[in-house]
């Protein structure tokens, strides 16, 4: 995995990756429809993990899984501690 270009110098989550925890706790979110940084941050603090899932694009990939994030009991705890 690359390094972050700050280092490890890992400053709070933004508003958005917040928000995107939050759409992750109702239900899991296909991790192509997410931007990717917010999603590898999330990764990274382990708050969602890669699970694969039948995929939501019918047109493209009828009957294929793809890679989904859910969020873990960590990711549960952030958000609590948030609101």
């Known amino acids: 995995m690359k390094k972050p270009l700050n280092g490890s110098k890992t ?9 995107e ?9 296909p991790r192509s429809s997410m931007n990717p940084g917010v ?18 694009f019918v047109k493209y990939r009828k009957g294929k899984t793809c890679p989904h994030l859910k969020i873990t009991d960590e990711g549960l705890k952030r958000l609590q501690q948030v609101r």
Do not use: D, G
């Open 39 to 56: 999603a590898n941050r999330l990764e990274r603090e382990a708050l969602v993990e890669t699970v694969e899932l039948p995929s939501p």
């Open 11 to 19: 400053h709070p989550l933004s508003a958005h990756a917040l928000e």
């Open 21 to 29: 925890l939050r759409h992750i706790s109702e239900q899991p979110l």
